[in-house]
Structures are given as C-alpha cells and as structure tokens.
C-alpha cells in the first residue's frame, strides 16, 4: 500500500493549487481519504475528509476556500485549495482510512505548501 502526494509549491496568498493524492494497493474503494496538514511548529491537524459515498467533512478554517473530491476510476484523491492564506502553509498528507476498523490508516509521504504574503 502506498499513498503519493504532490502538488505543493510556493504560491502567493490569494492563489490557488491543487494536491493530488495517488493510492496503490486495492484499499482506495474501501477507505475514507483525507487531507491533514501540519504547520510549522503545530500538530497535525485534519483539513477534510471524504467518505465512499461522497461526503465531505472540512476544517472550520478552509471551509468555502478549499474542496477535496476522489477519482474512484483512478483511486485518486484532490485537494482543491483556493483563496490561500499564509496560515495555511504547512506540509500536506494524505491519509487512507478503512472503513471496516478505522484504527487501520496509512500515511503518504507529504507535500509542502508555502504561501507567502
């Protein structure tokens, strides 16, 4: 199983980007994806999530500004990010929930967005 993240970068505050996350290892179908961040000096901390069936759960913080959505034909996960803050920079992972016991997850390797002011 392994969860590849990308789409990072330095972007203005304002701006947009778009994360992708590509899973491998038949677990996409029966996973809850989600999107966490970790800012500098700060705890990792949940940003949204997205269950099978399509719903959406998101950070109060990125609520309005930021969508995730899942290719289930590709077992990709997006993170649509817009209206920027420098807040919001931080390393960005992607994780793979089971939805048959929740304590199984994997992690990808992170992704880092900077957003300067």
């Known amino acids: 199983v392994q969860l590849q993240a990308s789409g990072g970068g330095v972007v203005q505050a304002g701006g947009s980007l778009r994360l992708v996350c590509q899973t491998t290892?038949?677990?996409?179908?029966?996973?809850?994806m989600g999107w966490y961040r970790q800012g500098p000096g700060k705890a990792r901390d949940v940003v949204a999530t997205?269950?099978?069936?399509?719903?959406?759960n998101y950070a109060d913080s990125v609520k309005g500004r930021f969508s995730i959505s899942r290719d289930n034909a590709k077992d990709i996960t997006y993170l649509e990010m817009n209206s920027l803050k420098p807040e919001d920079t931080g390393a960005y992972y992607c994780?793979?929930?089971?939805?048959?016991?929740?304590?199984?997850?994997?992690w990808g390797q992170g992704t880092l967005v900077t957003v300067s002011s």
């Open positions: 994780d793979a929930r089971s939805i048959f016991n929740d304590r199984i997850n994997y």
């Open positions: 290892g038949n677990i996409f179908p029966f996973s809850i």
């Open positions: 997205l269950t099978t069936s399509g719903s959406a």
